[in-house]
Nanobody, 118 residues
Framework: QVQLVESGGGLVQAGGSLRLSCAAS????????MGWHRQAPGKQRELVAT???????NYADSVKGRFSISRDNAKNTVYLQMNSLKPDDTAVYYC????????????WGQGTQVTVSS
């Protein structure tokens, strides 16, 4: 099982930017599909973005054009660059590895809080 540690969350004003990082331990990181999810209070967890081992990306409609997922296999790290942030982006953001389905992943991080003020 991969251990995942997120960082980079915080408080930002609407229109601002943040970059989240997720550092992974373990082997074969470069082959793993990685994903970022988020969960706002009172809402279900939402898949935000994914990136395959080959670098193919996919995004939720709610973040297309504003968020960008990338990976650095030399550093075993996946990133989520978030631009033009909105108050609706406020949530706990989770990193996940080894996709079984959109909602089922083999490994999860502990989450990092992102708060966007209006």
């Amino acid at each position: 099982q991969v251990q995942l540690v997120e960082s980079g969350g915080g408080l930002v004003q609407a229109g601002g930017s943040l970059r989240l990082s997720c550092a992974a331990s373990g082997s074969r990181f470069s082959a793993k599909t990685m994903g970022w999810h988020r969960q706002a209070p009172g809402k279900q967890r939402e898949l935000v973005a994914t990136i395959t081992g080959g670098g193919i990306t996919n995004y939720a409609d709610s973040v297309k054009g504003r968020f960008s997922i990338s990976r650095d296999n030399a550093k075993n790290t996946v990133y989520l660059q978030m631009n033009s942030l909105k108050p609706d982006d406020t949530a706990v953001y989770y990193c996940a590895a080894d996709r079984l389905s959109d909602s089922r992943w083999f490994s999860w991080g502990q989450g990092t809080q992102v708060t966007v003020s209006s």
